[in-house]
C-alpha cells in the first residue's frame, strides 16, 4: 500500500516514524514544503513523547540524550498554575497520579489533602521530584531511574529530529513541495495530489499533518465540531523570554492566569519559550503585550499574533484519508495535549487499523470505531480543560464571563458538585490509553479551590472491613512511601545538576 502523509513538523515526521517502524511492507511518501514554516516560539509535552524517544516500550530508533540535546530539550515534571483563583495563589499540576491513585477511595490524595493541601503534589513521583528539586537521573550512571517525565523543546527542531530518524530509511520518499490540487475518486476517495513543483503524486491512503490549513479535509469536506463555547480563548501571541544571569530552566510549565486568558513559560536549554493565550472579545493585542510586559516587568518582542478555533473536525479518519496534529483537532494547549493526542491517535492507527492492504484498512466498522474514540480523547480533554478556568476569578471581564457559568460543560458541573459530597475516583472519567482521568484531575479540582479538604478528612474516617481505618492506614502508607522515595533520591542528580551536564553531553 502507499501511504501519503502531507505535511512534515512533529506530527507528519512522527507519523512516518511510526508507519516505517511497525509496517515496513508499505510504501511511504513525505510531502514536506521547507517553505511553510512551523508555529510555536517553545513546546511542551507529555510523557508518551518520552515513551517514543526512549524507546519503550517500543524502540522506534531515538536515542534520548541525542533527542534533548539536538532539540534544546528540558525535563518537564508538571505544570506550576499560578493565579488561577481569587487568592492569586499557585499549586502544582503533576504528570502523574497519586502513589494510590487507582484505589477507591484515593487514599494517599485523601491524607495528604487533608493534612497540607499546599504539598498535595508530595504524594505523586513526579511532584516529589517537583518538591525536592532533584530529578530522576542517577548521579553515578546519568541514566534515567524511570521515564515519568515529560519534556520541554524547541518546536522548530523537532519535527527536523525525527525527519533525521525516518530518512535514514532510503526507501521512505521526501518531497519538499506543496499541494497545489487534489484529485478525488468519483467514490470520493482521494487518488492523486498534484504538487507545486508539478508533480502528480498517486497514493492508496493519505495522512493530512499539514497544521491548521487541513489541505486534505477541507477537500473532503469534513465539518469542524467548534469547542469556543467552552473554550472561549481564541488568541496566542508566542514570544521569547532570554535568561537572565544565573537563572536556570524549571523542572515545570509554567501557566500563568492573566486578565483574559493565561501565559505559558516553557523553559528549555536556553531559553523560555513563551506566550499569551487570551480572548480576543475581551482585550487587543496591544492591550495584551502591554499587560504581559506589565506582569513581567520586562518588554518583550511578540513573534506574531495567531488566531484559532478551540474544536476537533467531526470525523478524523474520512474515507482513505487521516487527519492527525493540528490537522485534526485543537483543544489549546494549557495541558500539552497536542502532541500527546498525535502520538494517541497513530498508536491506535498504526497498532490497530492499518493493516497490509487498502481492503483491510479501509474497513468502514473500523473507521467509524476509531473516530468514536478519538473523539471522545478529544471532547475529554475539552471537559479537562474547562475545570481549569473554575476557580471563582471576577476581577475582569473575561473572569466575569467565566464565572458565570456560560463555559461551564455538564460533565464539569456534575464533578464539581459531586466534589461537595466525595473524592471523586477514576470510575468517575473516562479510562482508556491517553486519557487524562482521575490522576490529573484531581491536582486541578483541589488547585481551583473545587474540593475542600473537609471532604477528604470525611472519607479518611471510614473503618473498612479487613482493612481498618483508612486515615490511619492511609498515613502509614504514605510515610513509607515518602521515606522510600527520600532514600531513593539520595543518589539522584539535583536536577540543576542535571542540566549542567546535559550542556557538556556529546
Known amino acids: 500500500m502507499k501511504i501519503i502523509i502531507v505535511g512534515g513538523g512533529t506530527a507528519g515526521w512522527l507519523a512516518a516514524l511510526f508507519i516505517s517502524k511497525m509496517h515496513p511492507e508499505h510504501e511511504l511518501v513525505v510531502i514536506e514544503s521547507s517553505a ?36 534544546g530539550a528540558t525535563l518537564k515534571y508538571g505544570i506550576k498554575h499560578i493565579g488561577w483563583t481569587p487568592e492569586n495563589n499557585f499549586y502544582y499540576g503533576p504528570l502523574d497520579g497519586t502513589m494510590s491513585t487507582s484505589a477507591i477511595p484515593d487514599g ?19 511532584g516529589i521530584l517537583l518538591e525536592t528539586e532533584k530529578s530522576n537521573v542517577n548521579r553515578n550512571s546519568k541514566k534515567f531511574t524511570n521515564y515519568g517525565h515529560a519534556l520541554h523543546f524547541d518546536a522548530h527542531k523537532v519535527g527536523k529530529y525525527f525527519k533525521k530518524i525516518v530518512l535514514k530509511n532510503t526507501k521512505i520518499k521526501h518531497i519538499d513541495s506543496e499541494v497545489l490540487d487534489i484529485t478525488l475518486h468519483e467514490t470520493g476517495f482521494i487518488s492523486s495530489l498534484k504538487l507545486k513543483n508539478q508533480e502528480i503524486v498517486n497514493g492508496d491512503f493519505f495522512i493530512d499533518a499539514s497544521g491548521f490549513s487541513r489541505v486534505l479535509m477541507k477537500k473532503l469536506e469534513t465539518p469542524w465540531v467548534s469547542y469556543n ?24 510549565t509554567t501557566a500563568w492566569a492573566q486578565s ?29 503585550q502591554a499587560e504581559i510586559e506589565t506582569t513581567l516587568g520586562r518588554s518583550i518582542d511578540p513573534i506574531r499574533v495567531l488566531k484559532f478555533d478551540t474544536g476537533r473536525l467531526e470525523n ?24 500527546h493526542s498525535t502520538i494517541v491517535q497513530l498508536t491506535k492507527f498504526v497498532f490497530e487499523y492499518l493493516k497490509p492492504t487498502s481492503d483491510l484498512t479501509i474497513n468502514q ?50 464533578i464539581i458538585e459531586m466534589s461537595k459530597s466525595k473524592i471523586p475516583t477514576f470510575n468517575d472519567f473516562n479510562e482508556y490509553y491517553g486519557a487524562a482521568g482521575w490522576p490529573l484531575w484531581a491536582w486541578v479540582l483541589v488547585g481551583t479551590n473545587n474540593l475542600s479538604a473537609d471532604i477528604s478528612r470525611q472519607e479518611l474516617s471510614w473503618n473498612v472491613p479487613g482493612f481498618g481505618n483508612l486515615g490511619a492506614v492511609s498515613k502509614t502508607e504514605v510515610d513509607r512511601w515518602k521515606t522510600q522515595t527520600s532514600t531513593s533520591l539520595e543518589s539522584n542528580l539535583s536536577y540543576h545538576e542535571f542540566i549542567e551536564h546535559l550542556k557538556t553531553y556529546g
Open 36 to 71: 511553510i514554516g512551523i508555529i510555536g516560539a517553545g513546546e511542551g509535552s507529555t510523557g508518551l513523547l518520552t515513551n517514543v524517544v526512549a524507546g519503550y516500550p517500543w524502540d522506534f530508533g531515538c536515542n534520548h540524550y541525542d533527542f534533548l540535546k539536538e532539540t
Open 260 to 288: 483574559s486568558g493565561w501565559m505559558w513559560q516553557i523553559p528549555v536549554l536556553e531559553r523560555k519559550g513563551c506566550g499569551y493565550v487570551f480572548d480576543d472579545h475581551f482585550i487587543t493585542p496591544e492591550q495584551a
Open 108 to 126: 494517599a490524595f485523601a491524607y495528604q489533602h487533608s493534612t497540607n493541601h499546599k504539598k498535595l503534589h508530595t504524594v505523586s513521583e513526579m
Open 365 to 414: 466498522g473500523s473507521i467509524n470505531n476509531y473516530n468514536r474514540t478519538v473523539n471522545r480523547m478529544y471532547d475529554d480533554f475539552k471537559e479537562f480543560l474547562v475545570l481549569h478556568y473554575m476557580g471563582g476569578r471576577t476581577d475582569s471581564e473575561f473572569w466575569k464571563y467565566i464565572s458565570s457559568g456560560a463555559t461551564k460543560t455538564e460533565f464539569v458541573n456534575n
Open 229 to 252: 463555547k467552552n473554550l472561549p480563548v481564541n488568541s496566542a501571541m508566542p514570544f521569547i523570554l532570554n535568561y537572565k544571569e544565573g537563572e536556570m530552566p524549571d523542572p515545570y
Open 316 to 339: 478524523t479518519w474520512v474515507k482513505n484519508c487521516l487527519a492527525i496534529g493540528l490537522s485534526a483537532a485543537f483543544a489549546e494547549p494549557l495541558e500539552a495535549t497536542s502532541i
